[in-house]
């Protein structure tokens, strides 16, 4: 990459450095994608808050030189709504675990979709839950190992593009740690959306979802994820359909949805302008 | 004047407050809160919004109060007990915050639309770890209006999670009261403070371009920092001071209405709606020439230590009264610290006491503590 390097660390809070992440984790090139996205929007840093929850993804936040809230697990996406609605100025960067997301905050999700309230979420899928040790996630692939599913998963995979899609998100997109430069271009444009956007990426999780499966070290799971997915954008009319199918195949990844529909802040500040209030002036 | 409901004036009083942002789930008994926040907030520049659970509900609120809102919520028994993952959010990340509790029968759905104080203990004590508490009940409409006003002050002043328990009657009761004219919006003051110390002992900050505030609910110390060997020692020490704050100022919180109790030998002890009751408890006893009083409590927690054990010296006796099978009653014996006997008056079933049944359960131990002193004195 030309665009990183020294510049990105004013992006970083430096005395939180090391992140607590294993060496060869995909969760450093995920941060450092989002360092890069913020550098390409020029976003007043002040103006920032990266919120996160429980897992290896919600260590996020700490990281970052901006305001930060550390929520509890799979309820994230509930502070950030209080968080835009008291101050609609404020961009949110809610960084999610797969267990976070779609498994103790599942609930929480589909309602941050459906609402479209403007903020971005990163979607850390590890296909595991790592901070505890390796435990059978919603996104771990049938037949796949985990310190729970010591015989193989009998559970079907659990699919977040289509969950967002479903409960209305407005960007929803899927790229892969591997796909070093797409990831800064697709937060971007998420981040630019003006609604809930979620980018879902795929990360390397050599230390339990590697070992347990024997998948190799990070290089070797990076290929793994570059062999296993199919660009969508390519083949657009079969992206749905292979989403439904065995993902460990064939997973797509690309832009699902990019719509403009009206965003919940909005609608409310409409809704008291419409009562003589004068909320969001 | 102005018929007033109970849960009407709980947004009365958060409204004069300055509160502009509430988050809810619908629940008997408290519901009718939520849908007056409805009607009221938008035209007044405030927010409202109806979240996916109580769990998300104080979420919401805890993320405003960063935002630089001022907010509460309100549940019933089900949805305080869900919502105690986030009480204890609140009073690590040191956010003010108005909970209200309207208390019905449980445990679990139980009976919910009857009255209850069963939930007073775990306003106390819920969520797991150790926490500062302020919680703080009413007996009246008018008592429901400034008990609120009073927990957003305390709210800010202590930067913990304010609790105001209420029950299935006082939150449909109507009274007359007269609520004063609210301000067109609130205006609440900035805040000021130092942003590298955004917890411990320091006011609250929101989120602004000059903070770079990192809050979690791990440990952490003044600064935010969640690293380093000493941070189990410097989290504690936040916790310590929290508490012992509120403990000096006890005496300060410790609202409760002294009633008859100048010449009393016994003493009623009771909250909330119960000691409405216990007050004609009293009128019948007064009338059979027994000498009681009443000590109404307003503040439960912290609970008020000093007053119970001033009064336990100089009665001969004290009676607790409560819905509930014996809570606040373990409170009311350890701080009497056997200077006089105590004992308890407890229901679950859903119903009110009649007067009757307190005079009947006070005058039983007194004829029980009579007796008992006549045979030591033989003895």
């Not at chain 2, 006011?203 to 941070?231: K, N, Q, Y």
């Amino acid at each position: 990459m030309s665009d990183v390097g020294a510049d990105l660390k004013r992006y970083l809070r430096s005395p939180m450095m090391p992140t607590v992440w294993c060496p060869g984790c995909g969760h450093g090139n995920i941060a450092r994608a989002i360092a890069t996205a913020l550098d390409r929007l020029a976003i007043d840093l002040g103006q920032v808050v990266i919120l996160g929850g429980i897992g290896c993804s919600g260590r996020t936040p700490f990281y970052f030189n901006t305001n930060a809230m550390h929520t509890t697990h799979g309820r994230v996406l509930a502070f950030a709504t209080g968080l835009k609605l008291a101050n609609p100025r404020l961009t949110l960067i809610v960084a999610m675990g797969d267990g976070d997301a779609l498994a103790i905050g599942a609930g929480h999700f589909v309602h941050a979709a459906r609402r479209n309230i403007d903020l971005t979420v990163i979607l850390y899928n590890n296909s595991i839950y790592g901070m505890t040790g390796g435990q059978q996630a919603p996104t771990t692939p049938f037949s796949f190992r985990s310190t729970t599913s010591p015989f193989g998963s009998i559970e079907p995979t659990f699919d977040a593009v289509d969950l967002a899609l479903a409960a209305g998100a407005t960007y929803v997109a899927r790229t892969t740690t591997f796909d070093f430069a797409e990831m800064p271009e697709l937060i971007s444009e998420a981040i630019r959306h003006p609604g809930f956007a979620m980018v879902e990426i795929l990360s390397q999780c050599p230390t339990y979802f590697g070992r347990l499966n024997k998948l190799g070290d990070a290089p070797d799971m990076l290929e793994y994820e570059r062999d296993h997915t199919v660009v969508a954008d390519e083949e657009p009319n079969q992206a749905v359909e292979i989403t439904r199918q065995d993902l460990v195949g064939n997973l797509p990844v690309g832009v699902f949805r990019r719509e403009i529909r009206p965003e919940y802040v909005q609608q409310y500040a409409e809704l008291s302008r419409g009562r003589g209030g004068n909320y969001g002036a | 004047m102005r018929l007033v409901q109970g849960n009407e004036a709980v947004v009365w009083g958060a409204l004069a407050s300055g509160c502009n942002f509430y988050a809810g789930y619908p629940i008997t008994p408290a519901t009718e809160i939520m849908e007056y926040m409805a009607r009221l907030l938008p035209g007044r520049g405030g927010v409202f919004i109806q979240m996916e659970d109580e769990l998300a509900a104080l979420g919401a609120v805890i993320g405003a109060a960063w935002g630089g809102m001022r907010g509460m919520t309100a549940t019933s028994g089900p949805g305080f007990s869900l919502m105690q993952e986030h009480i204890g959010y609140a009073a690590m990340s040191q956010t003010p915050c108005v909970v209200v509790d309207s208390q019905r029968v449980g445990p679990s759905t139980g009976q919910p639309t009857m009255p209850a104080q069963g939930d007073v203990m775990q306003a106390r004590w819920g969520s797991h770890g150790d926490r500062p508490a302020l919680v703080v009940t009413a007996s009246s409409v008018k008592e429901v209006y400034d008990t609120t006003r009073l927990s957003f002050e305390w709210a800010y002043a202590y930067r913990v999670p304010v609790i105001i328990l209420l029950d299935a009657v006082l939150s449909h009761m109507r009274e007359n009261i007269e609520l004063p004219v609210l301000p067109a919006s609130a205006e609440l003051a900035s805040p000021s403070g130092d942003p590298e110390l955004p917890f411990g002992s320091h006011p609250f900050m929101p989120f602004s371009a000059a903070t770079r505030t990192i809050v979690s609910g791990l440990a952490h110390d003044e600064s935010g920092a969640t690293r380093g060997s000493g941070i189990g020692t410097a989290n504690e020490q936040i916790l310590k001071g929290a508490i012992r704050q509120i403990e000096n100022d006890a005496p300060r919180l410790a609202r409760c209405r002294a009633d008859r109790l100048e010449d009393a030998e016994w003493a009623i002890v009771s909250y909330g709606i119960t000691a409405r009751t216990a007050r004609s408890a009293v009128d019948l006893l007064r009338a059979d020439g027994v000498r009681v009083g009443l000590l109404e409590l307003h503040t439960l927690w912290p609970f008020p230590e000093q007053i119970v054990q001033a009064l336990a010296q100089r009665v001969r006796g004290m009676l607790m009264a409560e819905l509930n099978l014996g809570q606040l009653v373990l409170s009311l014996r350890a701080a009497a610290q056997g200077m006089c006997p105590v004992s308890g008056l407890g229901r679950a079933d859903g119903e009110l006491f009649t007067p009757e049944a307190i005079a009947a359960a006070m005058s039983a131990e007194i004829r029980q503590i009579e007796v008992g002193g006549r045979m030591s004195h033989h003895v």
